[in-house]
């Protein structure tokens, strides 16, 4: 058997490789009549590099490019000279004849990774693509669109490919008061977008366990917190382009959806930023109080699970309050970001504390639930080093960890077994052209046994695998 496995691993590691090599040949000639430049970067007669140190992440000036809703800092040029009008209302840059649409698709495939997880009705043998419970994204793929519109009002729009709902898309409106001194964006809005570090637009290929956490018993983000889709409104600024720069969040604190919990809770978040030279460090405040989560007993394990929908037909079943003035769960977090951006090279470190309470519930029959406090403190570093404009290469170790807590059924405690997530990644990246990235991710997961139990108690294998993905703007 063992032989059989060593044949299949190196099998699919010689097939990604070979993957790899042949797109990497292929992609030049697929998009070599678009010039390979990106709408921005053709709109400023600018490279790619003034805006992103390794692309998709941003420095100093692409930050302050992006506050100042997609116009260069210090500059206010969505007036209408210079436009074109597909509508009355909507003008859109043309300078050179180019408008301000900026498209970017971005995704990944799983070269090789391990499909054994827990056997059902439906799968017996455990052996399903994507199986897996915590901290790792499968087969995927998001398509971006920002642009400039009318005097400093500009849009931002992210869909991730098989979603019944968008991932982010707001309006921006800028520059009130005076140069950077305020800007609102209406919406669903991407609630750590702001972060020195950014969990939602980061280099790496998989969500970073420091945000996201531990499944642990299926509290992948916990009580909902920072790194999410909310619908809300963020006011922000970065006064006249100088150093510090503010972000205030309102949201309705239960994601962007159009499920009925919408309407059980609110979230506030609050960050200070720093940019000077290639440093950037960011400190936010978020607390989200919210009624969406079911926790319910399964037949099969001694432990009371979250779930955002219903559980009937459990043995137990607690759910959140009807009343939408009376929420019940309170998430708070604390998130330190720091990142130095040198010439050739960048660092990144994050460091998060969260803290999930919920108050004590009892149904219909008079029985009783509480779970004590879910405490978590996450950790990432990461060193990401451009080789040259055309080949970078990026390692980050991140890890998650939530201490054993007990969780209470008519008067009678039972643990919940501490959880730590932990997963190291190396990625190699390479630009064909200037405005199209390849690369192949390397995952290790390292996390206990406990971060990876779904649910039900089930039982997943270590998820190490090899990634392939791409990201092209238009």
């Known amino acids: 058997m063992r032989t059989l496995c060593n044949v299949w691993v190196k099998r699919c590691v010689v097939n990604a490789i070979g993957a790899f090599i042949a797109i990497s040949i292929l992609l030049p000639f697929g998009v070599e009549k678009a010039e390979a430049i990106p709408a921005f970067a053709k709109k400023y007669t600018a490279p790619c590099s003034l805006c992103h140190s390794t692309w998709p992440m941003l420095n100093s000036i692409g930050w302050k490019f992006k ?111 005076g140069p950077g001194y305020l800007g609102v964006d209406l919406g669903a809005i991407q609630t750590a977008d702001s972060e020195a570090v950014s969990p939602n637009r980061e280099w790496f290929a998989t969500p970073n366990p420091a945000y996201y956490g531990t499944s642990n018993i299926g509290a992948r983000d916990q009580g909902g917190s920072i790194g999410y889709s909310d619908t809300g409104a963020r006011f922000f600024g970065n006064p006249n382009g100088g150093p510090f720069s503010y972000d205030i969040m309102l949201a309705t604190g239960t994601g962007a959806t159009t499920a009925p919990s919408n309407s059980k809770g609110t979230a506030v978040g609050v960050l200070g930023r720093v940019d000077s030279g290639g440093f950037a460090g960011s400190l936010r405040f978020w607390t989200n109080n919210t009624a969406k989560r079911y926790f319910s007993k399964q037949a099969q394990g001694p432990y009371f699970f979250f779930s955002t929908d219903s559980c ?18 309170l998430t708070s977090d604390y998130v330190l970001s720091l990142s130095y951006n040198a010439d050739s090279w960048q660092t990144d470190w994050v460091f998060l504390y969260n803290d999930y309470n919920v108050k004590s519930r009892a149904d219909s029959l008079g029985n009783t639930y509480q779970m004590e406090n879910v405490r978590r403190a996450g950790f990432s570093a990461a060193y990401i080093y451009r080789i040259s404009s055309r080949i970078s290469l990026g390692a980050r170790l991140g890890m998650s960890s939530v201490p054993s807590y007990n ?40 996390s206990n046994q406990q971060a990876r ?20 703007a238009i």
């Open 407 to 446: 969780q209470t059924y008519n008067g009678a405690p039972t643990a919940v077994p501490s959880a730590t997530a932990s997963q190291a990644e190396f990625k190699l990246e390479v630009s064909p052209v200037q405005n199209a990235k390849l690369s192949l991710a390397w995952i290790l997961d390292n």
């Open 312 to 329: 009937a037909g459990t043995t137990a079943c607690f759910e959140p309050p009807s009343s939408a003035i009376d929420p019940d769960e």
């Open 67 to 177: 506050l100042n809703g997609y116009q260069m800092p210090d500059t206010r040029d969505g007036d209408e000279v210079g436009k074109t009008s597909p509508s009355f209302d909507l003008h859109l840059d043309a300078n050179k004849a180019l408008s301000p649409l900026s498209l970017r698709l971005d995704g990944g495939v799983d070269a090789l990774q391990p499909k054994t997880g827990p056997a059902s009705a439906t799968n017996p043998g455990g052996n399903l693509a994507n199986n897996f419970p915590c901290c790792t994204e499968g087969n995927r793929g998001r398509i971006y669109a920002a642009g400039t519109v009318d005097q400093d009002m500009a849009y931002f729009i992210s869909y991730k490919l098989g979603d019944t709902k968008l991932e982010s898309g707001f309006v921006r409106f800028v520059n009130l008061f």
């Open 453 to 472: 139990t779904d649910s039900y108690g089930n039982k997943y294998d270590l998820q190490n695998k090899f990634v392939l993905l791409w990201d092209w």
